[in-house]
């Protein structure tokens, strides 16, 4: 592994942090305030041709989760939202990327990349978060399609997505069936979208429950294969952890940002509050923690670049999760207290960063799941 970024990472990193300072960070506030859905941003987005980043060449990108990490890192840094939509469009992207069949690719990879179309994915449901075995939507081979019925919730995205990876179960010989992903056009007869959830964090981008009323898709809606397709998919997501893990540093990194700044206008007892020691050493703790934290995510990141995945790749993308949005939220959380009652004021950007952080250490697999599987890595267990 190397310790320092070569030039096109660092011609990245400082691309998307001259547009998140400039054209994303004035945004922000109002973002969350609203809890509206920030279409200029993805527009954004879109023009700089960040949706391929961690993809194929093919697709406009770089093949590279690094890079992917640097861009995510700094439109975190100023405003959550905006970079939640690029892990968004990544989410479908990987899972059709890994598991689907070549005509699957060839209709949605290019738009996604391009940011010509959107997709959400919708696993869980009332009764199955962590568990995903527990979920209960079913999809019965009816013809030569499948019927699926059942509901979810908190699907990203939905509202505003073009089609939705839906996860159902097909009866097969196992007992408790196979669970498969089916493309479902938001448009298709019987799927209705909920209202989106009132949410603490995460609030520019809606999540929505959905009701799947025999929804009658063609076969070729399954992704992949039945015996294949959602195992490759849940690997897929293995290999994306370090871009979720990437939100947790950027936004500590931006929760520091915001606090040095006040500290050093703010005056108490006659001097910069930025000059108590008590202070100082808060700060000097929440740049240690989130440059660990950073470490960990490029360690991660580079493994996948390097094509090291699966139960080698599992327990370092975990850590790297876990650790970097734990930090999120430990440092946002200092760093309200670090700006007093201010801290607490929806005047100021900073308590949105701590309820942004919370929504990073549920996403993308809770983070006692991820210790879950550091644990089982480390015991020499099969990931549960
Ligand atoms: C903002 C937001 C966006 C989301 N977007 C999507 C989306 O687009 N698509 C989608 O399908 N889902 C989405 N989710 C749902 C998310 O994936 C789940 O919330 C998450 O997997 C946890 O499931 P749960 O909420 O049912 O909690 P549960 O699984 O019920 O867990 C409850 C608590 O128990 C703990 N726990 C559970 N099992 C274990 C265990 N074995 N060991 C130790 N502790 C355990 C959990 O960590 C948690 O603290 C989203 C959630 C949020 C908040």
Not at 276 to 291: E, I, K, P, S
Not at 353 to 380: F, H, P, W
Request: charged share 20%.
């Amino acid at each position: 592994m190397s310790f320092s970024l070569t030039e096109d990472q660092v011609a990245i990193q400082d691309l998307v942090r001259k547009v998140a300072r400039e054209k994303v960070a004035p945004r922000a506030h109002e973002i969350d305030r609203l809890a509206q859905y920030p279409q200029d941003m993805f527009e954004l987005l879109r023009e700089i041709g960040l949706f391929a980043l961690p993809f194929p060449s093919e697709f406009g990108g770089m093949s590279s989760s690094l890079c992917a990490c640097l861009a995510i890192e700094e439109l975190v840094r100023v405003c959550y939202n905006t970079g939640y939509l690029l892990a968004v469009q990544w989410t479908p992207f990987g899972a059709i990327e890994a598991g689907g069949t070549q005509a699957q690719k060839d209709q949605y990879l290019h738009g996604l990349a391009s940011g010509a179309i959107r997709g959400a994915i919708a696993m869980t449901e009332s009764q199955s978060g962590s568990d995903v075995a527990g979920l209960k939507t079913s999809a019965k081979l009816q013809g030569d399609g499948y019927l699926l019925n059942g509901s979810k919730i908190w699907c990203t995205g939905a509202s505003v997505a073009d089609f939705i990876l839906v996860a159902a179960k097909v009866k097969d010989d196992s007992p408790k069936g196979k669970i498969c992903l089916f493309f479902v056009d938001t448009q298709a007869k019987g799927l209705t979208i909920g209202k989106k959830e009132d949410k603490i964090g995460a609030r520019g981008i809606p999540s929505c429950p959905l009701f799947l009323d025999d929804v009658l898709v063609p076969e070729t809606a399954l992704l992949g294969s039945v015996e294949q397709g959602f195992k490759i998919v849940m690997q897929a997501m293995n290999t994306a952890r370090p871009l979720h893990a990437a939100r947790g540093v950027g936004l500590a990194q931006g929760a520091i940002d915001l606090a040095a700044d006040f500290l050093s206008k703010r005056q108490a007892f006659g001097k910069k509050v930025s000059e108590f020691q008590g202070v100082r050493w808060m700060l000097a703790d929440m740049q240690m923690q989130t440059h660990a934290a950073r470490g960990l995510v490029y360690h991660a990141a580079s493994m996948v670049d390097q094509g090291i995945h699966g139960s080698e790749l599992a327990p370092f993308a975990a850590m790297a999760k876990c650790f970097a949005t734990d930090t999120a939220m430990k440092v946002a959380t200092d760093a309200v207290q670090l700006f007093g009652a201010a801290g607490i004021s929806a005047d100021y950007p900073i308590n949105r960063y701590m309820r942004d952080a919370k929504v990073l250490q549920i996403v993308e697999g809770t983070n006692q799941i991820q210790r879950n599987i550091i644990a089982d890595s480390l015991l020499g267990r099969a990931p549960r």
